[in-house]
């Protein structure tokens, strides 16, 4: 069984650019959700994509967009990149909104 | 609102001794608890969950964590600590549904010496 993946595992950008990652559900879930991890500090929640509608939304401005496909894979944009944006992005997928979540290895995004 | 305090940033210690790493929570409706672990370059991997059902929850590398709804709290232990151990620990509460958005406290770092 495949387990999460994500890509790109690196990114640097520069400050006012955007940038899209991708996440890939492991199979069999339907539930998609993104964290931003700031070194030093434990992830905190930016959005969750369920059966491709946003299930719910932490305390992230609109630059923050995702999107979930029809195989539940997802996309997480960002936009306008601000220098505090520099962080390890997670994606976590799930069976349905009611069972723990799995999460991938993550994108580290630095903003220069 | 949700939150999670995991009261020591560090915890160093020595091979096959013992260790508790604490999480106090705090919720306004019923919670579903996780402990994860974080290794140098790599995501979360779930260590253990309680979701119902009996209080103290087992993985299967020998650390187990007990529900006490009274203190709020959800520490993890380990009897016998091995080097491989050494990586950062996760506590983190949902509400209303297990998949629901995880808080998560700061972290504890494990430090196993030789």
């Known amino acids: 069984e495949t387990g999460v993946t994500q890509s790109p595992t690196h990114l640097i950008k520069t400050r006012g650019q955007q940038v899209t990652l991708r996440c890939s559900s492991q199979?069999?879930?339907?539930?998609v959700s993104w964290y931003q991890q700031a070194l030093g500090q434990g992830p905190q929640f930016i959005f969750q994509?369920?059966?491709?509608?946003?299930?719910g939304r932490g305390n992230f401005p609109p630059r923050f967009s995702g999107l979930q496909f029809p195989n539940y894979s997802s996309e997480l944009n960002v936009n306008a990149l601000e220098l505090d944006d520099s962080a390890l992005y997670l994606c976590?997928?799930?069976?349905?909104?009611?069972?723990?979540?799995?999460f991938g290895d993550g994108t580290r995004l630095s903003i220069l | 609102a949700q939150s999670v305090t995991q009261l020591d940033s560090q915890v160093p210690v020595f091979e096959e001794a013992p260790v508790e790493l604490r999480c106090n929570y705090s919720?306004?409706?019923?919670?579903?608890l996780f402990w994860y672990v974080q290794y140098p370059n790599q995501g979360l991997q779930l260590l253990l969950k309680?979701?119902?059902?009996?209080?103290l929850v087992e993985s299967i590398n020998g650390f187990e964590a007990e529900f006490n709804k009274s203190q709020t709290s959800f520490h993890l232990r380990k009897p016998s600590v091995h080097i491989s151990d050494t990586a950062e620990y996760f506590c983190?509460?949902?509400?209303?549904?297990?998949?629901?958005?995880?808080?998560f406290g700061g972290g504890t770092r494990l430090m196993v010496k030789p």
């Open positions: 994509y369920y059966r491709e509608e946003e299930n």
């Open positions: 983190a509460v949902s509400g209303g549904n297990a998949g629901n958005m995880l808080t």
């Open positions: 309680y979701l119902s059902g009996s209080t």
């Open positions: 199979s069999g879930h339907n539930t």
């Open positions: 976590a997928s799930g069976r349905g909104p009611n069972q723990p979540q799995h």
């Open positions: 919720s306004s409706v019923s919670v579903y």
